[in-house]
């Protein structure tokens, strides 16, 4: 099977893009690359066409052109940018029809923190989890999914790239505030008790996961990025300024946060 480059270049206009790569899709006629791919921590293939070609349409294509074949494994070659899903078609906001979401992981056990992510109406989109153990923090998404008989079901699969931000309800609310940008939900949530005057917001996924992100919602709003104490911060917060200034920010400051032990 060839790798996600060598994918996406067959393909044609390739570039780098977040995690992966994105190309011209194969299901549709595509002038602007608007095909994902990038690959799971397992190592399998994941796509997904932003102009709307199902995951089954990309799947025959890609195959037809013998860029990947169907080894028996399902799993080979999905949407979700998490956990594995095969047939199955990410659904957000979350219907009202949808069986109560069920936290507790069967390896991981009870989650010390939940955060909800809600779009600009304030509906449900998703949730991500915290676990804790002797082995640190790991952290797990919970997102709902349709089967093609039209079930719904929640699986622990990461939101679709572009992922939507966390604290999308709370800038549909406030349109005239500053934005103040941090790295993490928790952190988000803490921003928003220390400096109430600001919408504290934040991006799914982590520090290199910063392109993966919808920063829409950036356009027109003066933003604040406030970033972690540590290299990979500082490079993130970069790349948010950049994704924020190319999305319409009418302006961007990174704060220089002070050490409090000196």
Partial sequence: MEDIAQIARKLGKSSRSGDGWKCLCPAHDDHNPSLSITKSESGHILVYCHAGCTQDAVI?????????????????????????????DLIMPVPANAPAPMFNDTKLGTPSHVWEYKDADGHTLGFIRRFESNNGKTFRPLTCWQTKDGTLTWRPAGFIIPRPLYGLNLLADRIDEPVIITEGEKTADAAAKLLPNYV????????????????????????????DADTEGEKSALEVARQCLKHGAASVKILQIESASQ
């Fill in 200 to 227: 504290a917001i934040s991006w799914p996924n982590g520090a290199k996961s910063v392109t993966g992100a919808d920063w829409s919602p950036m356009s027109g709003r003066d933003v604040f990025i406030w970033p």
């Fill in 60 to 88: 025959a294509e890609v195959q037809r052109r013998r860029l990947w074949r169907d080894d028996g494994d399902e799993r080979s070659l999905t949407r979700d940018k998490g956990r594995l899903v095969r047939n199955m």
